[in-house]
């Protein structure tokens, strides 16, 4: 089946140093999502990128979807401790836009930020 | 809207017993699936549905049985409890794709425990 390599699978910052984690895909993705889960919490929606290159910001994150839509990064500049917690990428089965209802997730980095 | 709901919050079962984890939700969202959380192998995918009467089976679907006879209800039931089944039981929902983005709404999840 469908794989997503996520990685680092760990990220210890300092505070106010910048954070990357990395997804990617050896099939064309139709879109990729990326997902938060604060520690003893449940997955919560960030964002979807479906055009291939495609760059997003929220305040301090930048998503990108690679252009032969096959991987795809997320950003945080200057980490704060409100972004503790494990980041997931997660993705549709190959080629079929619309099926976010079943999903193929990474197995997510955990960022911790030392204060 | 009460979102995604899951009972219970925890269950401690003995092997060979059974039981049931409650989902609900009441956004009319027509998809729903059920994800299993272990220590480092991000969310995998059990069973989904597409609509009330619909089901299909996800990544890892032995040991567990669905139904779907509501759009609001997919409960997901253990026939036989393992210790391989301990582990965080997660519940989701979304509905078709508005302006192109289909998240994933998921319940705060169901610590189970097999011993």
């Known amino acids: 089946g469908q794989q997503v390599m996520q990685i680092p699978q760990y990220q210890h910052v300092q505070e106010g140093e910048d954070f990357t984690t990395y997804c990617n895909s050896s099939t064309t993705l139709s879109n990729i999502q990326w997902y938060k889960q604060r520690p003893g919490g449940h997955p919560v929606f960030l964002i979807q990128?479906?055009?291939?290159?495609e760059v997003k910001k929220q305040k301090r994150l930048t998503f990108q979807f690679g252009e032969a839509k096959k991987n795809s990064s997320l950003h945080i500049t200057a980490t704060q401790t409100t972004d503790v917690g494990t980041y997931f990428c997660?993705?549709?089965?190959?080629?079929?836009?619309?099926?976010?209802?079943?999903?193929?997730f990474g197995k997510g980095t955990l960022l911790t930020v030392n204060p | 809207n009460a979102g995604v709901t899951q009972t219970p919050k925890f269950q401690v079962l003995k092997t060979g017993q059974s039981m049931t984890l409650q989902c609900a939700q009441d956004m009319n969202h027509e998809y729903m699936s059920w994800y299993r959380q272990d220590p480092g192998m991000g969310l995998r995918l059990i069973h989904y549905s597409v609509g009330a009467g619909i089901t299909d089976q996800g990544e890892v679907p032995n040991g567990y049985n669905v139904s779907r006879s509501t759009t609001e209800d997919f409960p997901l039931r253990l026939l036989s409890a393992a210790p391989s089944q301990t582990s965080v039981y997660f519940c989701?929902?979304?509905?078709?794709?508005?302006?192109?983005?289909?998240?994933?709404?998921f319940g705060p999840g169901t610590r189970l425990t097999v011993t």
């Open positions: 997660a993705a549709p089965p190959g080629g079929s836009g619309g099926s976010n209802y079943k999903l193929t």
């Open positions: 990128l479906v055009k291939s290159g």
């Open positions: 989701a929902s979304s509905n078709t794709p508005s302006g192109g983005v289909s998240e994933q709404y």
